[in-house]
């Protein structure tokens, strides 16, 4: 009977224990936010710390232009409580809103509400994807973010916020380190020339190719991938080396998400350096000084404005 009864208790005890276990990971399940690009997953990182779990299709590296999605990706998103991507056809082919649409999950679409640099492309008229080049456009990104995470979390709004309050002071102090550091620099030497335009929006803001319009000097067009205006072209390779030889660019940089044969090659045919590589599209691997958004900015500027200063290369500083 003695023994009975402590068997009775020991099963009443593991199934409220069950119940319990059960509840709790009820309670603490955490959204799980699916995002396209690595940039817009440290967007959202910044805004919902560890309250949510943030992943990220892209790996550091990868060319979202070009990306084809995997089994397993699709298997990813079928986890998501909600989806994330840059927009504006930076994801090639629209494939993170056909992710989103065949497992039937939300998609957020960050550049919402920023006015897109228009480029003409073979008398079309092309969005530029790269929006996040401007820190400025950059709180547009959180401001979408922070909207769509507060409506699917509304217990943790007001965490939220406040994360996004302070990573909005922290674009706006980078906005400002950007342009002092840029300042370093001659207006007539700041010509950015890369593989791909991903830097329209950097050049436009911080001023550089001024005789271009503010847009950057690329052999591959707005994409790397095979849509309208994308691609290298011999024109486009041709003007490149030309803007190099006329405007005295001092050096060209490669990108760490773009094969850097061809930028290799066009510093070779211009008699010029290679700068150093830069984020673009992607931004680095987890541990490098470029893992996150800021840290990318930073690494970047700090390349150019190295590579660009008068003088540095010859040891005659200005
Ligand atoms: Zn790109």
């Known amino acids: 009977m003695k023994a009975f009864l402590l068997v009775g208790i020991s099963v009443l005890m593991g199934m409220s224990l069950t119940l319990v276990a059960a509840e709790d990971s009820v309670a603490t399940r955490k959204p799980v936010l699916v995002c396209s690009t690595t ?38 998103v079928l986890g998501a409580d909600l989806c994330l991507q840059n927009g504006l056809h930076l994801e090639g082919k629209n494939w993170m809103g056909t992710l989103a649409r065949d497992a039937n999950k939300p998609l957020v679409t960050c550049t919402k509400g920023i006015k897109p640099i228009e ?10 994807p790269h929006a996040w080049f401007s820190a400025r456009n950059v709180a547009v990104y959180v401001n979408n973010i922070l909207r769509a995470v507060s409506r699917l979390d509304p217990s943790e709004q007001g965490r939220y916020a406040a994360r996004a309050k302070l990573y909005l002071q922290q674009l706006r102090v980078l906005d400002v380190w950007v342009r002092e550091q840029v300042n370093r620099i001659s207006p007539q030497r700041r010509i950015l020339v890369t593989s791909h335009d991903a830097f329209n929006y950097f050049c ?6 001024s005789q271009y319009n503010y847009l950057s000097l690329a052999p591959v067009g707005w994409s790397t991938g095979s849509e309208v205006g994308a691609g290298m072209t011999p024109r486009r390779r041709k003007k490149v080396i030309d803007s190099i030889r006329n405007y ?10 773009v094969n850097p044969k061809l930028i290799r090659e066009i510093a070779k045919e211009a008699g010029i350096d290679v700068g150093g590589k ?39 500083q200005e």
């Open 204 to 209: 436009q803001e911080y001023k550089f190719n």
């Open 39 to 76: 940039q817009i997953a440290d967007f959202t990182r910044e805004i919902v710390g560890d309250q949510c779990v943030v992943k990220s299709i892209l790996a550091p590296g990868a060319d979202p232009h070009t990306y084809m999605p995997t089994p397993q990706d699709a298997k990813i």
């Open 248 to 257: 005295g660019a001092p050096a060209v940089f490669v990108e760490t998400s």
């Open 278 to 316: 830069l984020y673009s599209d992607s931004m680095g691997e987890s541990g490098t000084a470029g893992e996150t958004y800021i840290g990318m900015m930073r690494e970047n500027v700090l390349t150019i404005v190295t590579a660009l200063k008068i003088g540095v290369k010859e040891g005659k």
């Open 119 to 128: 480029l003409e492309a073979e008398g079309e008229k092309i969005a530029d």
